[in-house]
T-cell receptor, first 113, second 114 residues
Framework: DAKTTQPPSMDCAEGRAANLPCNHS???????VYWYRQIHSQGPQYIIH???NNETNEMASLIITEDRKSSTLILPHATLRDTAVYYC??????????????FGKGTLLTVNP | KAGVTQTPRYLIKTRGQQVTLSCSPI?????VSWYQQTPGQGLQFLFE???????NKGNFPGRFSGRQFSNSRSEMNVSTLELGDSALYLC?????????????FGPGTRLTVL
């Protein structure tokens, strides 16, 4: 699976948009970009995923560049409860599933009041 | 739908003992993956089960094993526990509908080995 690069930490003011970048310059055509977050000592929570097009759901938006070498996760109105480690993962669909997620160190997002 | 559940949530064992952790996937999900999370190594893939068969395995010693039952529930077993096995053990399930099969994680089992 392609390697991802994320800043180790970011701060955001409550109520503002949080934009979390991820670089995945070695991504291949059949690899998806996933975002998860993990609040301290809890299981990772799925946020969103995409292949080529931008995606939006009730939690966030995912913007993938046209060359697919980087992406940005956008939390439109960050709250204190969004403070967590955010993981950007590139995963290949193979063997009938994306069975294995390779987690890096992620970005610790701290939302400040 | 109920989410992925894991039992027990917390466990304390001593070196040399063995432990069994349980995972119930989301209803209808047939694939179950297990991960280990430690402060030093982060989140690492252990193995994946589908239709009662282990399909994929990460780079862990043979002391780590698992199984899956016909109702897709899964257990993992660690024998001859070592101090380094202290970790958060996470289970994730996915539906295998094709394409991007999102994995949904349970709350984890916190294992402490003394």
């Amino acid at each position: 699976d392609a390697k991802t690069t994320q800043p180790p930490s970011m701060d955001c003011a409550e109520g503002r948009a949080a934009n979390l970048p991820c670089n995945h310059s070695t991504i291949s055509g059949n690899e998806y970009v996933y975002w998860y977050r993990q609040i301290h000592s809890q299981g990772p929570q799925y946020i969103i995923h995409g292949l080529k097009n931008n995606e939006t759901n009730e939690m966030a938006s995912l913007i993938i560049t046209e060359d697919r070498k980087s992406s940005t996760l956008i939390l439109p109105h960050a709250t204190l409860r969004d403070t967590a480690v955010y993981y950007c993962i590139v995963s290949r669909y193979s063997g009938g599933s994306n069975y294995k997620l390779t987690f890096g160190k992620g970005t610790l997002l701290t939302v400040n009041p | 739908k109920a989410g992925v559940t894991q039992t027990p949530r917390y466990l304390i064992k001593t070196r040399g003992q063995q432990v069994t952790l349980s995972c119930s996937p989301i209803s209808g999900h047939r694939s179950v993956s297990w991960y280990q999370q430690t402060p030093g190594q982060g989140l690492q893939f252990l193995f994946e089960y589908f239709s009662e068969t282990q399909r994929n395995k990460g780079n862990f010693p043979g002391r780590f094993s698992g199984r899956q039952f016909s109702n897709s529930r899964s257990e993992m077993n660690v024998s001859t526990l070592e101090l380094g096995d202290s970790a958060l053990y996470l289970c994730a399930s996915s539906s295998l509908t094709g394409g991007a099969d999102t994995q949904y994680f349970g709350p984890g089992t916190r294992l402490t080995v003394l």
